[in-house]
């Protein structure tokens, strides 16, 4: 420009030159949220060092123009906001009636569906496996926490691996203004769907992390965003990279089955079911390992038993040590649980002939003690149920759990039980 003024009115403003956040983080365990606030600190107007726990992002220009924005408002200052992790397992929340376990579940095969073709999932627990999640909140008491499903993963593309967070929620306010710093891009679809994006990087503690995100906003009052970086997974040692390309993320948020007001195709399932959420020692398993065994599972045969999905699907517990499925057996007035559990590196137990109230314990000739528990309800006023635990340990240290609760008292009897905790193929190869 020839106007030295318009010059100066073009370059970042000391105000939004540098933007130093100090982080904390509290955990709530009793609702088990995990909240993290990141609060604006005004440059000082002497040079300081960067503070530790500081969080940078890029310079702000403003006055700008955005494509697709009318009118830029200029940067934001002195916000705070939240992000909340749930440990929440429940999809039952009457404060938002369009959500449930089956609506998440179609949800969630969309998502999974509209990667691309060379994008893979990693080997984790369900709750990192892309899979949404229950709400949080009440709707009429959240103060800016909960309100959303969330699904969550590291992705892999080719030799390098980064993170991609999805939320779905039902608007609650107007679609907000264009705000410098806080997109690159308002698109405007011709059925009336707005989508903004952002191509952009922060800095915690000088380590710098690549970020993209779309958020659209959709004519039935959905509001769907989708976050990409390249956040490895913890000690995966791949090369890090943003997994997905801004229409790639874009493609994803526009899926119509994400929308609230998406029909659920009849026969829907739940998503899978968190399991194994302790700790647990032993090894961490490799996916190989996992998938080896779920050709195991996949072949055995549960004549008269109708699940929701398929055995042999193992993910990783929640806080490793094992790998886990649980699904939903169905009978006439009555939904059971069944669960599998295989861990290594277990010891085998001490006194194997010993016996407890419901339970028995014996060794096999080569070494492998097998542990049975049953329990019956003696509750007149209910209808009577059953929980049955078989537990294999092998002289490797592989540990098979098989647990049955609210079982059907004719429905997978101990013997079955234990006949499939001591398949050959569920030990370690």
């Known amino acids: 420009m020839e106007n030295g003024d318009d010059n100066d009115a073009a370059q970042p403003s000391p105000a939004v030159n540098r933007w130093t956040v100090g982080l904390t983080c509290a955990a709530i365990v009793a609702t088990g949220y995990l909240i993290a606030w990141l609060v604006h600190e005004p440059e000082p107007s002497e040079p300081t060092t960067r503070a530790e726990n500081s ?32 440990v929440t397992y429940e999809y039952d929340n009457p404060s938002y009636p369009w959500f449930s376990a089956p609506k998440a579940g179609a949800m969630t095969q969309a998502l999974q569906d509209g990667l691309p073709g060379d994008v893979e999932i990693a080997f984790a627990p369900v709750t990192r496996s892309l899979v949404f999640q229950p709400i949080l909140g009440d709707a009429t008491q959240n103060k800016g926490f ?19 967070s999805v939320t779905v929620r039902q608007a609650t306010k107007p679609i907000p ?11 405007h679809l011709p059925d009336g769907t707005i989508v903004d994006t952002d191509d952009t990087w922060y800095e915690i503690n000088g ?24 956040q490895p997974a913890e000690g995966s040692g791949r090369p890090r990279a943003v997994p997905l390309a801004i229409d790639e993320l874009v493609a994803l948020v526009t899926d119509p089955e994400l ?43 549960l004549d008269g038993v109708t699940l929701d999905r398929p055995l042999g699907t193992l993910l ?10 649980a699904v939903q057996v169905t009978t006439p007035g009555r939904q059971s649980r069944l669960a599998i559990v295989i861990s290594t590196e277990q010891p085998l137990p001490q006194e194997p002939d010993t016996s407890s109230y419901g339970g028995a314990t014996r060794r096999l000739p ?64």
Do not use: M
């Open 55 to 86: 969080y940078v992002t890029p310079p702000v220009t403003f006055p700008v123009q955005i494509p697709g924005c009318d009118v830029v408002e200029p940067p934001r200052e002195g916000q705070t906001f939240g992000i909340v992790h749930s």
């Open 146 to 164: 909960g309100g959303w499903t969330s699904a969550n993963a590291t992705l892999l593309r080719g030799d390098r691996e980064g993170a991609l």
């Open 177 to 187: 203004p264009c705000v410098a710093g806080e997109l690159d891009e308002r698109r």
């Open 207 to 230: 380590v710098r992390t690549l970020t993209r995100d779309a958020t659209a906003y959709l004519p039935d009052g959905s509001v769907a965003h989708a976050n990409a970086t390249d």
């Open 259 to 301: 929308r609230i007001s998406a029909p659920v195709p009849p026969g829907t399932s739940s998503p899978p079911e968190v399991c194994l959420p302790f700790s647990k020692s032993g090894a961490v398993i490799d996916q190989a390992q996992a998938r080896r065994w779920d050709a195991v599972l996949a072949q055995i045969p």
């Open 316 to 325: 990783q517990g929640e806080r490793d040590g094992g790998v886990c499925q």
């Open 366 to 429: 080569d070494g492998t003690v097998v542990e049975t528990h049953e329990e019956r309800s003696a509750a007149l006023a209910s209808t009577p149920r059953t929980d049955r635990t078989v537990t294999v340990t092998r002289p490797s240290g592989t540990q098979i759990e098989i647990s049955f609760a609210d079982a059907p008292a004719e429905l997978l009897p101990l013997a079955l039980l234990e006949e499939i905790a001591l398949n050959p193929g569920l030990d370690v190869s």
